[in-house]
């Protein structure tokens, strides 16, 4: 059996140059619609975070070094979402999604840094409670177009 | 009356330090992923670590030995020594976890740099652990890890819909590899190899003996029952607040937010500092462990009721290993991304901290009287079938999850 196996070694490094193709075009292929639907859900997710916790500052009901770590935190996420995004080459029929999302993820962050720079402001506390909804619906907005599924 | 006095403490103190980072994340990512649909596994994650703990406080208590005594004895030299590596690595992970969990938390409620915390975070528990005794030290963070309670009022604030949160504990099954990647995350959490070395290794500490047997079991069943309370309590809250608006709660600050969500600033001060008490007791749980295992393999003094002096190998590993874990989390790496993989990799080290402890228990030689009877036997090898087929499917299925990211 050993013997056989060393007979046929071009199989083993056809399985292997197969195996390091696949792991390098992994990463250099075109933004998939689930890729980005994947990211556009974590921006959705983040956005309703951020409503939470502007809305804690809104009310007066958090402390303020929780809010601005927080909002320095997922503002960070993000950040680091809109980076993946804009850098990521679209698949054709998703382009102006992932534009989109592009955009969103950029007010996303903006709206964190707000957050971050007035945590113990209720005005801007609800300011931004309003946009991060207003954001959230934007997002929930292209998953549904990107699915075809109805807006949550 | 002092007894009694006495098992109420030490109830209240296994209530209050069931609780560890591990819980806090992968419990309300449960909640917040699949609302109330995992509460079922909390409960078996439960009944597992009381009829463990409860096992291995016996062995401890009639026998004189701690767990990993007991694994060197059963697993000899070579299947020891794997046991001890595997659950040091496990150990080390844990204390890294729950110190970056301690910094994190730090940080929430002081507002300055993660590094500064860390360090503040390592030099406070060796302050702790110079100044209390063993007992001192167990109840202060049981006592005050209790005020997570205010999860269990947030969730009875929130009002959710009781039947739905009822049907939750009956066990179902999903295709979903995420669904079954947290069945195996939450019952793991639950069942930390670290608890059952830190709770026999503090039954020799306290000088247990067969009269401790009845604080024994009632420390399991009851201390360990409403510990798994708070752990329900962090799955509904996350699934009331999270699941409908589609967080993913990634972050530590992220766990407090339905505690302020019901009660304000008080509820999230009551949350953080509560979380703060459960991840500090933790990371001292875990750092006495991984010290613990490493001095009983090698034949150690060891003991904090001993002292630096008479168990200086002890001591000396014990910061060396809080060292380790300062630095690991210093590298800059999420805290909770190493929960998340302490526990998956835990389950894997599982069998060789389990079977041992079920096999001595059992041994009439050995236990006498006190030995497993049906109930813990049945129980106990059950439990173990379980864990075996966790310890073999946790890994596939953090892969195929990529790490619960879906």
Redesign the interface.
């Known amino acids: 059996m050993r013997s056989r196996r060393r007979r046929r070694p071009g199989l083993a490094a056809f399985a292997a140059a197969l195996g390091v193709s696949s792991i390098l075009l992994s990463g250099c292929g075109d933004l998939s619609r689930d890729e980005l639907n994947?990211g556009v859900?974590?921006l959705?997710?983040l956005a309703?975070?951020g409503?939470?916790?502007a809305?804690?500052v809104a009310?007066?009901?958090?402390?303020s070094?929780?809010a601005?770590?927080?909002a320095k935190?997922?503002g960070g996420?993000a950040e680091h979402e809109a980076e993946k995004l804009a850098d990521a080459e679209p698949s054709p029929e998703v382009k102006e999604e992932r534009n989109a999302a592009v955009q969103v993820a950029g007010e996303l962050a903006d709206l964190f840094s707000e957050l971050q720079t007035f945590p113990g402001d209720e005005h801007h506390g609800a300011l931004v409670e309003g946009h991060m909804g207003e954001i959230k619906e934007q997002a929930d907005a292209i998953v549904a177009r990107l699915t075809g599924e109805p807006a949550? | 009356v002092k007894a009694i006095l006495k098992i109420a403490l030490g109830i209240i103190a296994a209530l209050g330090g069931f609780l560890d980072i591990g819980d806090l994340v992968f419990n309300t990512q449960a909640g917040a992923l699949f609302r109330y649909d995992l509460l079922w596994a909390v409960v078996l994650g439960t009944i597992g670590i009381a009829v463990y703990a409860e096992m291995s406080g016996r062995v401890a208590a009639v026998t004189r030995r701690p767990v990993f005594d007991v694994i060197r004895m059963r697993l000899g030299f070579g299947l020891g020594l794997v046991a001890l590596v595997a659950s040091t690595i496990v150990n080390l992970l844990t204390i890294a976890a729950e110190l970056g969990g301690l910094a994190i938390i730090l940080q929430l409620l002081f507002d300055a740099e993660f590094s500064l915390f860390v360090v503040l975070a390592a030099i406070g528990l060796v302050v702790v652990v110079a100044l209390l005794p063993f007992g001192g030290i167990e109840r202060v963070f049981g006592y005050c890890g209790l005020i997570v309670i205010v999860f269990v009022a947030t969730a009875i604030h929130q009002q959710p819909d009781w039947n739905d949160v009822a049907r939750g504990f009956v066990p179902s099954l999903s295709t979903s590899w995420l669904y079954l990647y947290f069945v195996v995350g939450v019952f793991a959490a639950a069942l930390m190899p670290y608890e059952v070395h830190f709770y026999s290794s503090g039954a020799v500490e306290e000088r247990w003996d067969e009269s401790s047997l009845k604080e024994n079991r009632l420390n399991a069943a009851v201390g360990y029952a409403l510990g798994g309370l708070l752990a329900c309590a962090l799955v509904v809250v996350s699934g009331y607040l999270f699941h409908p608006l589609g967080v993913r709660p990634d972050d530590l600050g992220t766990v407090a937010l339905p505690a302020q969500g019901a009660f304000g600033e008080t509820g999230l001060l009551l949350a953080l500092g509560g979380m703060m008490f459960c991840v500090g007791g933790a990371a001292i749980d875990s750092s006495f462990s991984a010290s613990y295992n490493l001095a009983q393999f090698l034949g150690w003094e060891w003991g904090r009721y001993r002292g630096p002096k008479k168990a200086p190998r002890f001591t000396f590993s014990w910061l060396v290993f809080l060292f380790l874990a300062m630095l690991i989390v210093l590298t800059g790496v999420n805290p909770v991304e190493i929960t998340e993989y302490s526990v998956v990799f835990a389950v894997v080290a599982l069998p060789m901290t389990y079977l041992p402890v079920l096999m001595i228990a059992g041994d009439r030689s050995f236990m006498g009287e006190h030995a497993n009877g049906l109930i813990s036997r049945t129980l106990g090898w059950i439990y173990f079938a379980l864990i075996v087929v966790l310890a073999i499917a946790a890994v596939p299925l953090l892969l195929a999850t990529n790490g619960g990211g879906g």
């Open positions: 994947r859900e974590s959705s997710a309703a975070q409503e939470l916790i809305n804690g009310r007066d009901a958090t402390k070094t929780y601005r770590v927080m935190t997922l996420e949550q």
